[in-house]
T-cell receptor, first 113, second 115 residues
């Protein structure tokens, strides 16, 4: 079945540090890949997405590239801010466009000033 | 942009009672809505897919009679937790797919506490 694996947290970084959160997915079908962010006490917000191999999703300084050869969709940001502290979820769909998403377990990111 | 509203945000109920959670798409029509459950510090688990005008499709292991889903209109889906017990305490999140689009919009979630 479909699954998504992302690195365990919490991840604690200093402000302006480089961020990488690893995410890999099972290579079934032709999924679209997503990163969602959940700020404390709020619902999930779509951060970025990629719909096919080699696509790069980007938003708010975050980037992730759809790597079919490594079945990965790692999230990166060059210089994190305290306001980036949140839980980040990697997710995939089934590829058919009609099903719900399969989420990774989430990575809690803590940015210290 | 697309907005999904959930109500209530917080609910506390006694064991044995039923609780209804609403999920509304405020500015778009959603033929499909999804219900997720999130345990503390864990991922979201898909419970069921709700299609307007038809029966919901439940994921394996989710009790249909326990979690009743009704998607009566293109802008409203409801989840009713029947005869709630403390183990049903959780964060329930809905998402809606705009008709013809491949992006999900999530509600802010509803936290259920069963005493």
């Amino acid at each position: 079945g479909n699954s998504v694996t992302q690195m365990e947290g919490p991840v604690t970084l200093s402000e302006e540090a480089f961020l990488t959160i690893n995410c890999t997915y099972t290579a079934t079908g032709y999924p679209s890949l997503f990163w969602y962010v959940q700020y404390p006490g709020e619902g999930l917000q779509l951060l970025l997405k990629a719909t096919k191999a080699d696509d790069k999703g980007s938003n708010k300084g975050f980037e992730a590239t759809y790597r079919k050869e490594t079945t990965s969709f790692h999230l990166e940001k060059g210089s994190v801010q305290v306001s980036d502290s949140a839980v980040y979820f990697c997710a995939r769909d089934s590829g058919g466009g009609a099903d719900g998403l399969t989420f990774g377990k989430g990575t809690h990111l803590i940015i210290q000033p | 942009g697309a907005v999904v509203s959930q109500h209530p945000s917080w609910v506390i109920c006694k064991s044995g009672t039923s609780v209804k959670i609403e999920c509304r798409s405020l500015d778009f029509q959603a033929t499909t809505m999804f219900w997720y459950r999130q345990f503390p510090k864990q991922s979201l688990m898909l419970m069921a897919t709700s299609n307007e005008g038809s029966k919901a499709t439940y994921e394996q292991g989710v009790e249909k009679d326990k979690f009743l889903i009704n998607h009566a209109s293109l802008t409203l889906s409801t989840l009713t937790v029947t005869s709630a017990h403390p183990e049903d305490s959780s964060f329930y999140i809905c998402s809606a797919r705009m008709s013809g689009a491949n992006v999900l919009t999530f509600g802010a979630g509803s936290r259920l506490t069963v005493l």
